[in-house]
Nanobody, 130 residues
Framework: VQLQASGGGLVQAGGSLSLSCAASGFILRYYKIGWFRQAPGKEREGVAD????????WYRDSVKGRFTISRDNVKNIAYLQLKSLQPVDTGVYYC????????????????????????WGQGTLVTVSS
C-alpha cells in the first residue's frame, strides 16, 4: 500500500512540470488528495487539494492560476500541473491521501492535522533555476 509521487526535475523560471501521484494497494477514489511542498529550511506547506470526485479544489494563494490539481479515479492517479514556475516554488513535493471517513474532508489540506493523513507519497524534488 503506497503512494508514488513522480515527475519532479530541474526547470528554468517560467517553465512547467507535471507531477503524478499513483496509488497502489488501495482505491484512490475513496480519498481526498493533497499536495504539499517543503522548501529547504522551511516547514512543509499545503499547496493544493482535490475532493473525492474531483469536483472541488483548493489552492494556496501563491500558486493560484499557475498550478492545477486533478485526478483520474479510473487510473488511480492524481496530478499536479505546475506552470510559470519561479525559484520560490523549489522544494520537495509530496502527495497525501485522506480517507473518506475523516471529519477534515472539507478543510483545505494546509490546515489538516498530520495525524489525519492516511498515506504519504515519498516526495519528488522540483528545482527552479533563475
Amino acid at each position: 500500500v503506497q503512494l508514488q509521487a513522480s515527475g519532479g526535475g530541474l526547470v528554468q523560471a517560467g517553465g512547467s512540470l507535471s507531477l503524478s501521484c499513483a496509488a497502489s494497494g488501495f482505491i484512490l477514489r475513496y480519498y481526498k488528495i493533497g499536495w504539499f511542498r517543503q522548501a529547504p529550511g522551511k516547514e512543509r506547506e499545503g499547496v493544493a487539494d482535490i475532493n473525492l470526485s474531483g469536483s472541488s479544489t483548493w489552492y494556496r494563494d501563491s500558486v493560484k492560476g499557475r498550478f492545477t490539481i486533478s485526478r483520474d479515479n479510473v487510473k488511480n492517479i492524481a496530478y499536479l500541473q505546475l506552470k510559470s514556475l519561479q525559484p520560490v516554488d523549489t522544494g520537495v513535493y509530496y502527495c497525501a491521501a485522506i480517507g473518506n471517513g475523516s471529519s477534515w474532508l472539507n478543510t483545505p489540506i494546509d490546515y489538516v492535522p498530520e495525524y489525519e493523513i492516511d498515506y504519504w507519497g515519498q516526495g519528488t524534488l522540483v528545482t527552479v533555476s533563475s
